[in-house]
């Protein structure tokens, strides 16, 4: 009876005082505020994985066909299978980091710095061509696998980090910006790095007459040109120094993000109650219709861009004639990325999320046909600044709108605890698998098109095939995204009804786990 007695009074004393609230420890906790410092470091350790994750999207297919020069077809296999083993691998990544104890650095800290040196030797060596011809397919589907396998215990940690910076949700929120501007910077300095070395590898200077021979074709008489062995050395070794320099770099930013950040324990461990089982929140979560929209739309937007990523370099080099240029393109297309980011942060809080998704895709397509029908510098140009501002949307309003949907979910299901890794790392899975797929398609169409992989021109179908790639299908892909996009239920009205709900929600959740501690103390 004075147990029950003293929870009146208290309850009625947190009414009657509201400025002296009875909830102390967990006020303080959300107080915390970080540095500028801190949120600088942790973004450092997002941009690494940007950089080589931006390498591969523009090299590795034209690097596998001309470098490496395996057959369309295996080239296909690797992508493909590479980018499904690393799917799989982020939400099996995180099943076992939710097993993972914690240390004296953390519970996260150490996958992503133990894992970092292992990263970068299997990223050289994807880089590298063996001394050997018979088995270049299984070694690079296996570096490839392994790399995928790696990054996956490197950025699924990273992401989970920003759960365990500070409890302060505008904190939180901070630093997320900082880490997107710098993955954005990471993607410009890693297309950078990687285009201005080993541009001479793609120049047209290797097709020039001294260091070419003329062999005839085999349906007709005329000639084909073929690079000679010394610069095909050159390319090699220019790739291995791009590798090289990438790969310090992301042994710099893992060790500034270990010494300026901290990770904290969660807060409000006591408070959250017992996590779900993951088979039960996975079903929960596949039931969600707005994850659902959300993900199958930028499922076919993230196509889109892939195809155009990885298929740009192929097509200034045999589609049209820009393989001087194409470095220089790519660096204004990320430039326009990096510089539009606050331009679509202002634009998604002045006129809702789903409105900068419409406008900002939407308006790559128009630029992306622009190119393919009329391909010549000047208009390049242009469709690079255009496509650079649609590649900024692209990029952030996902991982703006996804923080919507986990509210949704959790107003919803009030009772659930522990869901967000399952919304985190299944959406990586789906986009991954979807690129991986797009990728092996693009591989095999070439393929059929008759690519040469020794050429430094290529058949008519092929020049055809990469138009169709760079125009034609990822302008196909956004448009499903966009429609599928409109039957996505959050707006506006909906978010902050959600935020207003989950304010009283943990206030509830607060205020049961103080009561509950006062009776811990009374026993």
Known sequence: MAKREKLACGSSDQLLNPAEPHFSKPLQQTEERLTICSKICFAIGGAPSQIAGSATAFFLQIYLLDVAQINPFHASVVLFVGKAWGAAMDPLVGFFITKSKWTRIGRLMPWMVGCTPFVVIS?????????????????????????????????????????????????????????????????????????????????????SAHNLTATPLENNGSAHITPVTDFLSHAKEMYMIAAGVIGGIFLLCTLVMFLGVKEKDDPYARSTGKPIPFHKGFLLVMRHWPYLTLTAAFLFIGVAIQLVQSNFVLFCTYAVDLRDHFHYIVLIILISAAVSIPLWQWFLGRFGKK?????????????????????????????????GLSIAASMLLPWSMLPDVVDDFRRANPDSRGHEAIFYSFYVFFTKFASGISLGVSMLSLQFAGYKTRHCQQPEPVVYTLKLLMGAAPVAFILIGLAILLFYPITEEVRQKNKLSLDQLREQGLGTGSEAEDLRGEV
Request: aromatic share 18%; proline share 4%; charged share 5%.
């Open 123 to 207: 990223y050289f060596y994807l880089w590298y061509v063996p001394p050997f011809s018979s088995g270049k397919f299984v070694w690079y589907l296996s570096f490839y696998c392994l790399y995928q396998t790696l990054i996956a215990c490197f950025h699924v940690p990273y992401s989970a980090l920003t759960m365990f910076l500070s409890a302060n949700q505008k904190e939180r929120d901070s630093a997320t910006a900082y880490r997107m501007t710098m993955e954005v910077l990471g993607t410009l300095v890693g297309a950078a790095v990687q285009g201005q070395i080993v541009a001479s590898a793609h120049t047209r200077n290797h097709c």
């Open 355 to 387: 409105t900068a998704a419409y406008c900002g895709i939407t308006w790559m397509v128009p630029f992306t046909i622009l190119l393919v029908c009329f391909p010549n510098l000047v208009v390049a140009y242009v469709v690079a600044v255009a496509s």
